[in-house]
C-alpha cells in the first residue's frame, strides 16, 4: 500500500482559498491515478478530482472553474487549490491514490470548513 499524508486544510470564510497538498510515501511515477474526495456529516464520500499519471484530470461538476488539481512528481505529491470556497464545501478531504498491483490507499484526511 501507499502511505498518503494530507496538510493544508482549515478554517476559511466564504470566497476565500485554500490549498490542500497530499504528499506519497512512494515514487507518484508508479501510481496511476491520484485523487481527492471529501465527506460532508451526514453524507457519503464524493469525488472532488482526480489526475492520472499522464496528467489527464477530471473534477466533479460543483468544483469546476473553483477548483485545481496538480501532480509534483519531483516531491511525489499532488496539490488541490481550492479558490471561491463555499460553505457547501465543507468537509473532511482524502486523498487517494490507485495504482496497478498496490490497489487503492487513502489519506487520513484533512479539515475543511468555510464560514458564511
Known amino acids: 500500500q501507499v502511505q498518503l499524508v494530507e496538510s493544508g486544510g482549515g478554517l476559511v470564510q466564504a470566497g476565500g482559498s485554500l490549498r490542500l497538498s497530499c504528499a506519497a510515501s512512494v515514487s507518484i511515477f508508479s501510481i496511476n491515478s491520484m485523487g481527492w474526495y471529501r465527506q460532508a456529516p451526514g453524507k457519503q464520500r464524493e469525488l472532488v478530482a482526480t489526475i492520472t499519471s499522464g496528467g489527464t484530470t477530471n473534477y466533479a461538476d460543483s468544483v469546476k472553474g473553483r477548483f485545481a488539481i496538480s501532480r509534483d512528481n519531483a516531491k511525489n505529491s499532488v496539490y488541490l487549490q481550492m479558490n471561491s470556497l463555499k460553505p457547501e464545501d465543507t468537509g473532511v478531504y482524502y486523498c487517494?491514490?490507485?495504482?496497478?498491483?498496490?490497489?487503492?490507499?487513502w489519506g487520513q484526511g484533512t479539515q475543511v470548513t468555510v464560514s458564511s
Open positions: 487517494n491514490s490507485w495504482a496497478l498491483g498496490r490497489g487503492s490507499s
